[in-house]
């Protein structure tokens, strides 16, 4: 992912996975960016439906996120001590986004 503002690429710091069980399974995990250049703050979604035999595609998308926002949803984030278990009752995982975000950053969906 590039960063918007700058061009530099950017690095994930987090990423919370968690599951939508419904008639079509998806995995959803939410995702803490920063670019290390300039300082600007992302939140990323990927979406993952290739868990349910109906769809089979990944989406994922960035926003520009609020820099004091981020910071304090990145300390409860930090917080979760699995953060690749979709099952996982932590604060953060129970609380999970969506945020409230700005300007799109990327879109991907393949
Ligand atoms: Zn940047
Ligand atoms: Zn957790």
């Known amino acids: 992912m590039i960063c918007k503002k700058c061009g530099n690429d950017l690095r994930c710091k987090v990423s919370l ?8 399974p998806i995995e959803i995990s939410y995702q803490w ?20 035999m109906f769809d089979d595609r990944v989406l994922h998308k960035g926003d520009e996120a609020d820099e004091a926002k981020w910071q304090e949803t990145l300390k409860l984030a930090l917080k979760c001590p699995d953060e690749g278990n979709s099952s996982c009752t932590c604060e953060a995982h129970k609380n999970a986004p969506p945020f409230s975000v700005g300007g799109a950053a990327w879109y991907t969906n393949d």
């Open 17 to 24: 996975k968690t599951e939508d069980s419904g008639d079509r």
């Open 33 to 52: 960016w920063y670019c290390e250049k300039c300082g600007a703050k992302y939140y990323g979604t990927l979406e993952d439906s290739s868990v349910n």
